[in-house]
């Protein structure tokens, strides 16, 4: 089992034993913390100090790096850094890190024919009765996929359900470990209430004792590595788009759903506060950024507004916050 082996692991252990108690822990923070102790671990002189320098050469960009990239991996270890510093734990100071830049990525949307054929291998997994594996990808591939197009989840958010997080009977989702600890709820479409509640039944008699509502086949979390090759998979099947990620799915929800209401409609701006709130944005901001997919509303805005556009929707920091 990997772990801390610096001078810092006491402190780092400290570190995620607080973040575990907000909430706001994941494996993912784990791994860049893991990479940040061997860093120093390979720069400790033998005298057991975070130093300036070994600091300093951590938050370095390297040749490899994007300023986003860059980013992503210095982020994680900066908190653990404020949180020293906070507590007077480390005289340091943190380094200047890469300003963000724009990301020209453009989210693959998939069409309903793409949506037709992916699930449709989903639901033709061949599966032998015998074998625990297989009966347990028949039952969760198609499920875990339907709840990532239909509420909006980030694939995270779906692997790392407890169970006591899925009301059955009132369909209400509570989202407690999400992105920077914003705990939100979402409401299930009655047809995909029905679908947990069935798969609930036959997951269980596999794996009675399960804390997570999508297991593992050790009884843990799913890893975002089986979510990421299983996609792939089923994606190479059904002949979709091959640049198409889990996270389409949550792109075709936004973008679903503002191309189902009327750009006229009163309403409008209530339920773009919802679809913001449902998917657990920080701000309005983020939810802007589906406009640019939505053409139908971009363009009427744009028309109306003129060179109010820019200020309208300007240029967002939308970052990893999508």
């Not at 963000?100 to 992916?118: A, G, M, Q, R």
């Not at 297989?134 to 694939?155: A, D, N, Q, W």
Request: proline share 5%; net charge positive.
């Amino acid at each position: 089992m990997r772990a801390y082996k610096s001078f810092l692991a006491p402190l780092m252990k400290q570190y995620q034993e607080w973040r575990k108690a907000l909430g706001t822990w994941s494996d993912s923070l784990f791994i860049s913390l893991l990479a940040f102790d061997n860093h120093c671990l390979n720069m400790d002189d033998g005298k057991s100090i975070l130093t300036q320098d070994m600091v300093n050469k951590w938050f370095h960009k390297r040749e490899s790096e994007t300023n986003n990239s860059c980013r992503a991996r210095v982020n994680p270890s900066k908190g653990f850094l404020v949180y020293l510093i906070s507590r007077n734990l480390t005289e340091i100071v943190l380094p200047d890190i890469p300003k963000w830049e724009k990301s020209t990525y453009v989210p693959t949307i998939l069409s309903e024919n793409d949506l037709t054929s992916f699930f449709y291998e989903c639901d033709h997994i061949p599966a032998r009765k015998s074998s625990r594996i297989e009966r347990h990808r028949k039952m969760t591939i198609p499920v875990i996929f339907r709840l990532l197009y239909s509420s909006g989840m980030r694939p995270y958010e779906a692997r790392w359900l407890k169970k006591e997080d899925v009301e059955l009977d009132t369909g209400i989702v509570n989202i407690n470990k999400t992105k920077r600890g914003i705990q939100h709820r979402i409401v299930l479409h009655d047809s995909m209430l029905l679908i947990m509640k069935e798969y609930n039944r036959h997951i269980q008699v596999l794996y009675p004792n399960r804390s997570y509502f999508f297991p593992g086949f050790n009884g843990e979390c799913l890893t975002a590595r089986w979510l990421r090759e299983t996609f792939k998979m089923i994606l190479m099947k059904s002949g979709c788009p091959t640049n198409a990620v889990p996270y389409s799915f949550r792109h075709s929800y936004a973008t679903e759903n503002l191309n189902s209401w009327d750009g006229t409609d009163p309403d409008f701006f209530r339920k773009f506060v919802m679809l913001s709130k449902s998917m657990g944005h920080t701000g309005l901001k983020s939810t802007q950024y589906y406009y640019q997919e939505v053409p139908k509303y971009y363009e009427l805005i744009e028309e109306k507004t003129k060179d109010g556009m820019d200020f309208i929707i300007p240029d967002l920091e939308v970052d990893d916050e999508i």
